[in-house]
C-alpha cells in the first residue's frame, strides 16, 4: 500500500525557515518524480514544486523560486522541501504528491499525503 | 503559462441527476505526437486530500466509479457524474499537466439539492 506521510510542519516567522519531510513507502521510490501542492485555508490548489527521479531536475512555480528548494533522498525514501524567506502567503497545507508515470518530468499525481500545515505568522 | 478556468463554482444536484463541471484552459493542452489532453480531475472531500478521478482527459483511475466520465479536447474540457450519489459531495478540481507550471482550477463546489 503506497504512503505518503509528511513532517515538520508548524508555526514560523516572516522571513524564517521550515523544512518539511515526505516519508514514503509502498512503492519504488526512486522511479518517480514527486512533487508538493499546497493549499491555503479554505482556499484551492496550488503547485509548488516536483523533482526528478535523481533529484537533478527541479521545478517550482514563481510563486516560491529562490526561496523553496525541493530535494530527495533516494536511500531514505523521503522527498523533502526547504523553505526560507517565508511570507505570510505561504500558509497553507502542504501535500507530498506521486507521479504515476515513469518519465523524469511531472504530470498528474495518483498519491497524495494528509498535509503538513505550515502556518507564517508574528 | 496556462490558467485554467472552472465553472461553476458551486452547484447543488438532486440525488441521482446528472452534474456537469466545465474546464477551459488558456490554451490547447493536447499534444499531437501522442494524441493526448494533458488534462487530470481530482475530488477533494472535506478534510482530505485529493483523490485522482480522470487522468488524460478521459481516463479513469482504477476503482473510480463509472458514474465519473471526462471529455473534452484542446481548451475544454467536461468532468460529468451522471447519477449523482450522497458521498459525491465534495470539491472537484481539474489540472493541466502540459508545461510548467503545472496548474489546476479553481474548483468547483457540488451539493446535494
Known amino acids: 500500500e503506497v504512503q505518503l506521510l509528511e513532517s515538520g510542519g508548524g508555526l514560523a516567522q516572516p522571513g524564517g525557515s521550515l523544512r518539511l519531510s515526505c516519508e514514503a513507502s509502498?512503492?519504488?521510490?526512486?522511479?518517480?518524480?514527486m512533487s508538493w501542492v499546497r493549499q491555503a485555508p479554505g482556499k484551492g490548489l496550488e503547485w509548488v514544486s516536483s523533482i526528478g527521479v535523481s533529484g537533478g531536475r527541479t521545478y517550482y512555480a514563481d510563486s516560491v523560486k529562490g526561496r523553496f528548494t525541493i530535494s530527495r533522498d533516494n536511500s531514505k525514501n523521503t522527498l523533502y522541501l526547504q523553505m526560507s524567506s517565508l511570507r505570510a502567503e505561504d500558509t497553507a497545507l502542504y501535500y507530498c504528491?506521486?507521479?504515476?508515470?515513469?518519465?523524469?518530468?511531472?504530470?498528474?499525481?495518483?498519491?497524495w499525503g494528509q498535509g503538513a500545515l505550515v502556518t507564517v505568522s508574528s | 503559462d496556462i490558467v485554467m478556468t472552472q465553472s461553476p463554482d458551486s452547484l447543488a444536484v438532486s440525488l441521482g441527476e446528472r452534474a456537469t463541471i466545465n474546464c477551459k484552459s488558456s490554451?490547447?493542452?493536447?499534444?499531437?505526437?501522442?494524441?493526448?489532453?494533458?488534462l487530470a480531475w481530482y475530488q477533494q472531500k472535506p478534510g482530505q486530500p485529493p483523490k485522482l478521478l480522470i487522468y488524460?482527459?478521459?481516463t479513469r483511475e482504477s476503482g473510480v466509479p463509472d458514474r465519473f466520465s471526462g471529455s473534452g479536447s484542446g481548451t475544454d474540457f467536461t468532468l460529468t457524474i451522471s447519477s449523482l450519489q450522497a458521498e459525491d459531495v465534495a470539491v472537484y478540481y481539474c489540472h493541466h499537466y502540459y508545461t510548467i507550471p503545472l496548474a489546476f482550477g479553481g474548483g468547483t463546489k457540488v451539493e446535494i439539492k
Open positions: 490554451q490547447s493542452i493536447f499534444h499531437s505526437p501522442n494524441n493526448k489532453n494533458y
Open positions: 509502498g512503492f519504488t521510490f526512486s522511479t518517480y518524480v
Open positions: 488524460w482527459a478521459s
Open positions: 504528491a506521486k507521479d504515476p508515470l515513469l518519465y523524469d518530468s511531472p504530470h498528474y499525481f495518483d498519491y
